[in-house]
């Protein structure tokens, strides 16, 4: 084994010698030989694969396409992507692999908060661009120099559901939140945002990861005097049953769900006790609802057309965040006019107007995320779909 | 005797020298760089968990939780308090100690099953802890740590970590195999073989036990504490139940009863991912096969295994471990 790796490793280290010398020899001209590289960790495998899975799937599709294509710039893409099985660590591991072997120009991924922080750090050191497909609002703020990221974050969902409440005229809310990493930082976020957004919490309550009924938070809730709507921050299987212990208790305030549960699948867990349930989301879990006029139609019917036509599977937002990442990453490198790392990071910056399956991307040096609350639309689950709020 | 143990430890143990001497020749950039020092922080967890399993013969599905509140332990004092490293480091190690202590009198008066158990909601409650803890710990996000300084001098370079690790692995190997020589590491050695015969034989088997438990867990504390800071990331993924699972595998594969087994079973599991991840949806697959294979072929693990295959006449005392197999 260590043989192996250490004959590995002397190649490699005449490789790079003999890269050094023809480096110095020319170096413009051979950088723009080869093929534009881009690395991908994601969570393929492992629990949060739900969010890796149809990324990388994404990824992998339309980078094939762009290359038939003829590719960026005149030079093909060439894409490598490793699975970290959803651990921080591995994430590093091979991102660091990423960086120093694989020398690719810029990076992709980190699934999640968890498997993106630890790679930021590297990206800034490298001065290397890093887009990540994580939640939370910490990625971005306080904004770092390499990194972007281009889900919506926790604190949008937040605002968006009080802007709802407040023209419905709730005010008093009751938060029951589960035990991940998505719900906890949401629920963080949610207490930030509430009294700027003239919203009161009431209640707070917690359910633990594998719990499967939520009766007694509930009933707490119910016997909270003043709840005037219900907000539950979570993810997986936790938010289909609590709506369904929601509707069994007799419960009749408004509930909020969060993007975190933006899949048919809630719909078909929690059954009819969905109906009437609110969320924010992006525009492409409803797009063949969107009006003609709709400026993001076109993207959001676009990619669910072929995302469904390749994998047969129905695309989530989880996908949706990881074409914007590449397609961002392809604006920027058409517009910077190079590969340079640099210069690709200071067009990403400057992004203006990219419509995208998350929404509008305007980035600016003090804003590496690039989208309003207009990016989320209200939803309401009507005749067990998804519908939009007018 | 004497003569019998003189081969693994000088030799052994110069053999690794210059393994860890000699490897940076090959490393051409910091990825493998990285992947040596993750090697050798879980060798060292492994070196430890080995004197328990192999030795002792007590199974342990915890001991992720004890590297789990070593790494959040030095990450917290640290990176919230702003405690020097170092003392972060030998405060979490000193609180780790002292769990494994207390905890480990009760435990391990159990035995099979039952202790697999109990080390097992240990690491359970330490890792639920950690998760929900978010104020403190980051919750499931995780928090980043800073980096290791001792006085101004702060360790950055992986290079420079490759040898810190590099040493302490060493020095772990040989407080491991100084133990396993010494009368309280033949101690251990017989209450794996029979605790009631060990007993009888004056042998205090709770003691014997309780020490072993806790080097094994200041071991996975420590290494734990600097993989914090080397990472200058940590999640609670560390310290889950696979986690331990994962340990455990790396001892049994490199070889119970055998401290350079739990070095190799370490190397193995830790390179072995990054090689085969040019696999892709096959990665998995293979992987199994190659476990299972090991297991089928080489069912007292790599090193003892070979070490016979090379050497049938001679059979070093040591290596001879009825039921241990049964441990695992």
């Known amino acids: 084994m260590m043989s192996t790796l250490a004959r590995y490793g002397i190649t490699r280290g005449l490789a790079a010698t003999t890269a050094v010398f023809l480096a110095c020899a020319g170096a413009a001209f051979a950088q723009g030989q080869g093929p534009i590289k881009i690395g991908s960790v994601l969570s393929i495998t492992g629990a949060a694969s739900f969010l890796g899975d149809p990324e990388a799937k994404t990824i992998e599709f339309y980078v094939e396409k762009i290359n038939a294509a003829g590719g960026v710039l005149g030079r093909k893409l060439q894409l490598i992507t490793y699975d970290d099985g959803s651990d921080a660590e591995k994430a590093r591991t091979f991102s660091k692999r990423l960086i120093e072997q694989d020398k690719v120009d810029v990076l992709l991924g980190g699934s999640s908060t968890g498997t993106s922080m630890p790679v930021m750090p590297l990206a800034a050191e490298a001065q290397i661009p890093f887009i990540s497909f994580g939640g939370a609002v910490g990625i971005i703020e306080p904004v770092q120099k390499w990194v972007f990221k281009t889900p919506h974050t926790d604190r949008m969902a937040c605002e968006k559901i009080f802007v709802d409440m407040q023209s419905r005229k709730l005010t008093r809310l009751a938060l029951i939140s589960g035990a991940g990493g998505f719900d906890k930082s949401m629920r963080t976020e949610c207490l930030n945002v509430a009294k700027k957004s003239g919203v009161e919490v009431i209640a707070d309550e917690n359910y633990g990861a594998g719990d499967t009924d939520m009766t007694a938070q509930l009933t707490k809730i119910k016997n909270t005097a003043g709840v005037q709507a219900v907000l539950n921050a979570g993810f997986g299987p936790g938010p289909a049953i609590v709506t369904r212990n929601f509707r069994q208790l007799g419960m009749t305030v408004p509930l909020y769900q969060s993007h975190g549960v933006g899949s048919k699948e809630f719909i078909k867990l929690a059954g009819a006790a969905a109906e009437g349930v609110r969320l924010p989301a992006a525009a492409l879990l409803v797009a063949k609802d969107l009006p003609a006029k709709d400026p993001q139609r076109a993207v959001v019917v676009n990619y669910t057309r072929e995302y469904e036509a390749k994998f047969k599977s129905e695309v989530s937002t989880f996908g949706g965040h990881a074409y914007d990442g590449l397609m961002l990453v392809v604006g920027a490198l058409k517009s910077a006019k190079s590969s340079d790392k640099a210069k690709v990071r200071d067009a990403l910056e400057n992004t203006k107007g990219y419509m995208g399956t998350g929404g509008v991307v305007n980035m600016s040096p003090t804003d590496h995320l690039g989208l309003d609350l207009s990016a989320f639309r209200m939803l309401e689950v009507k005749g067990g779909n998804w519908t939009l709020v007018k | ?328």
């Open chain 2, 1 to 328: 005797m004497r003569q019998n143990f003189a081969s693994p430890r000088v030799g052994g143990m110069v053999a690794l020298a210059l393994v860890i001497a000699l490897l940076p020749v090959g490393l051409s950039n910091n990825y493998f760089y990285d992947v040596a020092i993750l090697v050798g922080l879980n060798a060292i967890v492994c070196v430890g968990l080995n004197l328990l399993i192999g030795y002792a013969g007590q199974i342990s599905l915890g001991h992720a939780g004890f590297y789990g509140l070593g790494a959040y332990g030095s990450a917290i004092l640290s990176s919230r308090y702003g405690w020097p490293p170092l003392l972060s480091m030998l405060s979490a190690t000193l609180v780790v100690a002292a769990l494994a202590f207390v905890v480990g009198r009760p435990i391990l008066r159990l035995k099979g099953h039952y202790l697999a158990m109990a080390t097992l909601g240990l690491g359970v409650i330490i890792f639920m802890v950690i998760a929900t803890e978010d104020k403190l710990t980051g919750g499931p996000d995780g928090m980043s740590v800073v980096a290791f300084k001792i006085g101004s001098f702060a360790l950055r370079e992986a290079q420079l970590w490759y040898w810190v690790v590099g040493a302490l692995l060493l020095a772990a190997v040989w407080l491991a195999l100084n133990l396993i020589d010494s009368p309280a590491g033949r101690a251990l050695r017989a209450l794996h073989g029979s605790e009631v015969g060990a007993e009888v034989l004056g042998i205090d088997a709770a003691r014997h036990k309780l020490m072993v438990f806790v080097i094994s867990a200041v071991f996975a504390s420590v290494a734990g504490s600097l993989n914090a800071h080397f990472s200058g990331f940590i999640t609670p993924s560390k310290v889950t139940f696979l986690h331990s699972i994962e340990l455990v595998t790396m001892v049994v594969f490199g070889g119970m009863a055998s401290t350079f087994g739990a070095v190799v079973g370490a190397a193995a599991l830790t390179v072995l991912p990054q090689f085969l991840t040019v696999l892709k949806d096959y990665e998995m697959m293979v992987f199994g096969a190659l476990m299972m294979g090991t297991m089928i072929f080489m069912p007292r693990g790599v090193v003892p295994s070979l070490a016979r295959l090379f050497a049938p006449r001679r059979r070093p005392e040591g290596e001879r471990k009825p039921g241990s197999e049964g441990a695992a």
